[in-house]
């Protein structure tokens, strides 16, 4: 269900993300050579893949068509108790909603270089609640159960980012250097890439 609300969304916007992804592209490009920038394949590979998670995540989040239900919700847990656990709605609203925001917790901690809990709290709180006010005044609901997934999801993404910086270190060599994640990202890119144009109507496959 989750994979079919990203390839819907993304089905949705892939004429604005593709002109957004080449003028991107085409800017830091140009910036890179202007100012005789080193260029790592994978640093900018990643900065790209949270831009468009953030364009994804945007129409997700404010796709009025997916609303069911509007209105004010203050209670904490008041609708995520409501879902039988397994069901299609407790994936969807429940399991879905602490997701979406773990990209998020990942992406923002490495940019950030957060070590502690308390750095990612901050900046998930802010932006779920931003999210949940807009929601609000666009015909959806507020809930404040939302945010507390959200914030669970962007949690999970900080401690996804440790583990992962602290295996990086006992690594040999080769699998902490830019060759290596380059070698990676490409694979991902060219996936990515095949993903992309079959949901644009282009796949080759």
């Not at 089905?11 to 003028?23: D, E, G, N, R, S």
């Not at 950030?112 to 006010?133: D, G, N, R």
């Not at 910086?165 to 902490?176: G, T, Y």
């Not at 380059?182 to 282009?202: E, W």
Request: with cysteine.
């Amino acid at each position: 269900m989750i994979l079919n609300l990203l390839t819907n969304a993304i089905a949705k916007i892939w004429p604005m993300l593709t002109i957004f992804l080449v003028v991107i592209i085409a800017i830091r490009i140009s910036y890179i050579r202007i100012n005789h920038e080193r260029f790592v394949f994978y640093q900018e590979f990643l900065n790209l893949i949270f831009v468009v998670y953030v364009l994804i995540l945007f129409q997700l989040l404010t796709d009025a068509e997916i609303n069911t239900t509007s209105g004010l919700n203050l209670v904490p847990f008041t609708e995520m108790f409501r879902y039988e656990i397994g069901s299609p709605l407790f994936y969807s609203n429940v399991v879905g909603n602490i997701f979406l925001f773990l990209p998020f917790g990942y992406f923002v901690s490495g940019y950030v270089k957060a070590t502690k809990i308390s750095h990612i709290l901050f900046i998930s709180v802010v932006s779920s609640l931003t999210v949940e006010l807009v929601q609000l005044q666009i015909g959806r609901s507020f809930d404040i159960d939302d945010i507390l997934l959200n914030v669970v999801g962007a949690v999970l993404g900080f401690l996804i980012y440790i583990a992962l910086c602290a295996i990086k270190k006992h690594l040999p060599r080769f699998l902490r250097s830019d060759l290596f994640y380059n070698i990676i990202c490409i694979i991902l890119c060219i996936l990515c890439f095949l993903y992309f144009t079959k949901i644009m109507g282009l796949g080759w496959f």
